[in-house]
Antibody
């Protein structure tokens, strides 16, 4: 059974930093690209960042470029999101998401974790 | 950047057919994926690559794409279909994932 468990969400002041983690199980983690997708309260889905299976290519939404950094450790079956210079508009539930096909790139997001809540407020 | 446009809401009577559209420039040249999100739950993919259904998704849920519009069709709508639906594509020019704004399906 595929499982994605996010952690690291918290209340942080504007300008602060947080590191989100996602631990995967139930599939061959190092075959699949992974993503972070967020959802502000009462709003729609917003893709944040993606990283290929081999960490050779990453991409970021314009809204977070230069402030967030995605990484992974295939030995630990874990995905990370380092978030710096946080803003109130970054407040959202952050989902860790797996791609459907091995070695695919920004295609079908077939399994989502339950999310970790980040609140940016003074 | 590539933009996907969805109607904010669609209402349909129980047992009827719901049609949810997703507009984008030449969207038919892209692969479109659809997600269902019920309140308090994570999204679930219901259609991928325009018209394929994951295992466990009923045949009454289908997808199509032509020109500038992709369509998610739900036949014989049930109360349990009430949810938010999002379309998604890959923006190859920017190597981004793009979501539509979402459509809230209300079953009357």
């Amino acid at each position: 059974e595929v499982q994605l468990v996010e952690s690291g969400g918290d209340l942080v002041q504007p300008g602060g930093s947080l590191r989100l983690s996602c631990t995967a199980s139930g599939f061959t983690f190092d075959y699949h690209s992974m993503h972070w997708v967020r959802q502000a309260p009462g709003k729609g889905l917003e893709w944040v960042s993606g990283l290929t299976w081999d960490s050779r290519s990453s991409a970021y939404a314009d809204s977070v470029k230069g402030r967030f950094s995605i990484s992974r450790d295939n030995d630990k079956k874990s995905l990370y999101l380092q978030m710096n210079s946080l803003r109130p508009e970054d407040t959202a539930l952050y989902y860790c998401v797996k791609e459907l096909d091995p070695y695919s790139y920004y295609a079908v997001l077939d399994f989502w974790g339950q999310g970790t809540l980040v609140t940016v407020s003074s | 950047s590539y933009v996907l446009t969805q109607p904010p809401s669609v209402s349909v009577a129980l047992g009827e057919t719901a049609t949810i559209t997703c507009g984008g420039n030449r969207i038919a040249t892209k692969s479109v994926h659809w997600y269902q999100q019920k309140p308090g739950q994570a999204p679930v993919v219901v259609i991928y690559y325009d018209r394929d259904r994951p295992s466990g998704i009923p045949e009454r849920i289908s997808g199509s794409s032509s020109g500038d519009t992709a369509t998610l069709t739900i036949s014989g709508v049930e109360a349990g279909d009430e949810a938010d639906y999002y379309c998604q594509v890959r923006d190859t020019s920017a190597e981004h994932v793009v979501f539509g704004g979402g459509t809230k399906l209300t079953v009357l």
